[in-house]
Every structure is written in structure tokens, then in C-alpha cells.
């Protein structure tokens, strides 16, 4: 498979744009990128000097789990019996006949990060997926990340129930309950492979122990700067590989989360003060933090905001001062970076998988839709 005739924004760690090239793939993976004309252009396609793209990633979603149009029932992504349930697999709740997929793959988004809701401390595991096929298993990139929740939304869904965690001490406190348990159940386990009892199965501790070997990333859902801080102080006191989700204040503390050297996932942008923790909400909150040195992705955080208007909120963090380069970067190779799947997608070179959008306009431009989508070496759309 081929596009040729394209103007070509790389991604790669150079940043290359080549005014005029092409991409060949094979089983679904870049196998070369080159500058002119290839020399076989037979049952290729032809971009008439369009703008080709990585495949967009949206790294906040709910993707799948609350299904258009079908209500309660269909709403999977908050398991509100216990507020630390970090053995739930995410996998398992994510329905990809949701038609969310197919406007996602509408909108250039080829990949997805999914998460558990925020009513829990510990939520659950964190899938990448692709947009594109119809069993999950198939369309699994790889498990990312945990879920951890601070603030307004687990401590009002326990509260409401007169059930702990009521306060932001004890939601904190719940989390530390839980990391420390894990840690207390891996030195048991190497006890016992020096000889010692092997320790009764605990499945919370089981979904625990990549997170503290950081194998998977900590993706903290915090908008007010003081859980922001308690995301990282956590985080700092157990070794964890953070990720900060909405980090709505963040432009409030940026020379700090600067200095951290900590992501930040921004997002919803095309929503309002809907509750206390947004009242510093700013459309330049990615542009704010991206000049102070913070790698910023910017995210949907679907179905808040529908994920095919990824674009255009990325439109409009550009509209409040995010420079083009950096708001491609936070749907492309940062968003790839930051998700810990860059060496699977997020730019185009040889070796990654074939996600690719082809736009004639500017991609972040209301008007502009995409006038061919590659998700997984799959041509979506043609000209």
C-alpha cells in the first residue's frame, strides 16, 4: 500500500516535513518513507500535494464504555460498590460497535487511550486501542496505565452515600492504603522465592505490581493545583511514573509542574465551569504550560466532549496561543510519548504502524475533515 504526491509532517524525532513524498506500508506497518516520487506508483493513492499526518491520538477517554443512545445500561466505566478496584480490567467493559469508534476514525483518530471513570481513588487498568475493528482483544496496543482519581469526584459519589472516602485526606490515604498492600504483597512473593509461604492470592495487589515496577503509568485525574501536588507527592513516596489528566490549574502552577518534568493531559477544552474544581478552567491552559516547558497532549476526555471534535479542540488551545508545532506534537508524537506507545505510533517512520490522516486543509480548522484515514495499515476513507 502507498501515498504519494504528499506533503509530509513526520513527527519523528527530527520533525521532518517533506514537502513532497511518500509512505509505503506492508502487514500494517511503515516499511519506507522517502522524499519524490517512488519508482513504482502502481495501486497507490495519490494525495495531489495534500497534508499527511500521523493518526491523531486522544490519550483521555471513555471510549465504548457509555454507548450512544441506550442510557444506564449502557454505561460501564464507574464501578461505584468499592472505591479501590484496581484488578478491573478495562478491556472488559469496552464496547467497539459503539459508533463513537467510526466518528473517531472520521475525525483522523486512530488510536485511544481508555480509562475507568473518576468516582473511585483506584479506578482500574488503562488500555491503548485502535479505532479501527470489531473484537477488542484484536484491537488492543497494549495496557498503559492505572487509573487514580483526586477531588470533587470520588469524595461527592461517597459522601452522597455516607461512605468513606468523604475528604481529600482520605481519598489519599485510600491510595496509600492500596500501594502499600501492593508493596508488602511483592515482598512476600520474594519471600516465598527464597523458600518462604507463598501469600494468599490478593488480586488488588496482583493489578498493582507494574504500576510499582513501572511498568504502567499513573494517570492521576486532578484539576485543582492542590491535588495536582498530591498527584506528585504521592507519586514521589512510591516510585510511580505519573500522568497528570485535566490538570486544569496547571497554568496556575506551571513553573512547578515545569520543574517536575511531570505530562500533562489538557482536556475538556469546549466546556464550561460546571462544578467548583473548574473554576479556573482557561482554553490557554495548554498554551500556558507548553511555553513554561510542561509536555502538554490535549484530549476529548470523551464522551464529556464527543471525540471527533478532537481537532478543533485542539483549534482552540492553538486560537489561545499554542504554537502549530506543539499542538500537532499533543495529538501525535507527545500524545504517543506521554501514553508510553511511541514505539508503536505517534509519528511516521519505518517500523510503526500505519496510522496516517490526509487532510487537503488545516486539520484543526472547524471546516476541514479528513480525506483519507490509515488506522493500523486499513485505508479508511480515499479521496
Known sequence: MLIYNARIYTQDKQRRLIENGYVRWEGGIITEVGEGFPANTDGGTDAHGAALYPGFIDIHTHLGLTTNGVGVEGED??????PVSPQLHILDAINPFDISFKKALGAGITSVLISPGSMNPVAGDICAVSTYGRRIDSMLIGRVGMKFALGENPKMTYMNRDESPCTRMSIAAMIREALAKAQRYIADKQQAEDGGDEPELDMQSEALIPL????????????????????????????????????????????????????????????????????????????????????VAICTDHSEIPIEYLPISVGVCMKHGLPFEKALDAVTVTAAETAGIADITGSIETGKRADLVLFEGFPFEVMSSPVLTVCGGVVISEP
Not at 466505566?77 to 468499592?82: A, D, G, I, L, V
Open 212 to 295: 510499582l515496577e513501572r511498568k504502567l503509568k499513573a494517570h492521576f485525574h486532578c484539576h485543582r493545583a492542590d491535588d495536582i501536588f498530591t498527584a506528585l507527592r504521592i507519586s514521589k513516596e512510591f516510585g510511580l511514573d505519573p500522568v497528570l489528566i485535566h490538570c486544569t490549574d496547571g497554568h496556575l502552577i506551571a513553573e512547578e509542574l515545569a520543574e517536575e518534568n511531570v505530562p500533562a493531559v489538557v482536556g475538556p477544552i469546549m466546556c464550561d465551569a460546571c462544578k467548583p474544581e473548574l473554576a479556573n478552567i482557561t482554553p490557554a491552559n495548554a498554551a500556558l504550560l507548553s511555553k513554561a516547558g510542561v509536555r
Open 77 to 82: 466505566f464507574n464501578e461505584e460498590s468499592q
